[in-house]
């Protein structure tokens, strides 16, 4: 996996560079929203069919997005009362209560941003529908 150097101007502290890696995975997950709301059947396909056959070796957003899943599954099982603590950085992030330092913040913040975006993109795939008819043939049909 490719690493994203850190804008010049990135604070050099734990708790900030945390913030930075935050705010990147919202700015990724923002553009392949946008992206999935073009009207352009391949971005369609690419990104919003989880039945896409692709070339061996290619992923498409739906494969990448459940081995993450699978990832973080086993992360969260390792994490001692993961469930609450997920619950509480939830209302953390809504503004419910008071932010807290605890173990795993980082770790609990991506999984509502992935949460979150995943609720996106069902909700896009439900406003678009399907691509725009079936393909036309590549040859006449006899009827």
Known sequence: MAKIPLPASAPSGKGQVSEVVSSLNLQVTSVLSRLATFPHPHLHEYLLDPYLNLAPGCRSLFSILVRVIGDL???????????????????????????????????????????????????????????????????????
């Open 73 to 143: 599954m086993q992360r969260l099982q390792r994490v001692p009362h993961f469930r609450a603590k997920l619950l509480l950085v939830r209302r953390q992030l809504m503004g419910l209560v008071p932010g807290e330092q605890m173990d795993h913040t980082m770790l609990f913040k991506g999984v509502v941003v992935l949460e979150e975006f995943c609720k996106e993109l069902a909700a896009i795939a439900l406003v678009k529908g399907p691509p725009e008819g079936p393909s036309p043939a590549p040859w006449p049909t006899r009827r």
